[in-house]
């Protein structure tokens, strides 16, 4: 059996989103005898992370109640990195990293690897609990993802893991700095803070045709151009 997924997927509100099929047909491995083969296309994928963007589930407010204590997250520990861009804020304030993303992520799937790129916007601010946070600066950064694929038996999984960050300064409310001198600290933030956080919204899965009791939980997986291949043998 060949089986190539041309699904229809619906928003929360119920309405059928309307996702760019591939501008070529999708170049399959040959299937050996007894074996069934599906095929994932990549504007799946795209769609599911595009539905997560719509509906603001890629947003996320990073608070020090979010990260453990061994990542820094206040006004003392950013001055080591950048002081030009704290101005006459005093040390050990705490700080609020607001990330949004405005635009749909990009995905690619090609010689075994799936990767997923996320356009965001970071606000920092000087946090007060009690208080109105006080703006710093305003970054734009480019989160680039690996997703590592399972099947199981009716669906298939992904789990991400961070392989890097870029962050251009976008605003300073005191002094322009290079920006680049903080990607390895939000890299942290944004493994122990926002990664998981995306793993929990991705936990269900993308389900699996029911087609002739397939159990997929065993199944070759194989990362192609453009798509995933799942094969079972029959």
Not at 20 to 28: A, E, F
Not at 113 to 121: H, L, T
Not at 128 to 141: C, D, Q, R, S, V
Not at 171 to 188: M, N, P, Q, V, Y
């Amino acid at each position: 059996i060949e089986l190539d997924i041309n699904p229809i997927v619906k928003s929360v509100a119920g309405d059928v989103i309307d996702f760019p099929k591939p501008p070529k047909p999708i170049k399959v491995p040959p299937k050996e005898d007894h074996t069934s083969q599906v095929v994932v296309p990549l504007y799946l994928f795209s769609t599911v992370f595009g539905l997560l963007q719509t509906n603001g589930a890629l947003d996320i407010d990073i608070t020090p109640e979010l990260v453990p204590s061994n990542v820094p997250l206040t006004t003392t520990d950013l001055a080591a990195l950048v002081p030009e861009a704290l101005g006459k804020l005093p040390p050990d304030q705490q700080l609020l990293l607001s990330m949004r993303v405005k635009e749909a992520p990009s995905v690619t799937l090609q010689k075994g690897k799936a990767i997923i790129s996320i356009p965001a916007n970071i606000h920092v601010l000087s946090y007060h609990p009690k208080g109105t946070p006080e703006a710093l600066f305003e970054l734009n950064a480019v989160l680039t993802l690996n997703a590592q694929l399972a099947p199981s038996a009716t669906k298939l999984h992904l789990s991400l893991s961070l392989e890097w960050l870029s962050a251009k300064l976008a605003s300073s409310f005191s002094h322009a700095f290079d920006a680049t001198r903080l990607e390895e600290w939000l890299s942290d933030v944004v493994r122990v803070a926002y990664v998981p956080k995306l793993n929990v919204d991705l936990g269900v899965g993308i389900p699996l045709p029911k087609v002739l009791n397939v159990n997929f939980a065993n199944a070759a997986l194989e990362i192609i151009e453009n798509a995933v291949v799942l094969t079972v043998a029959s």
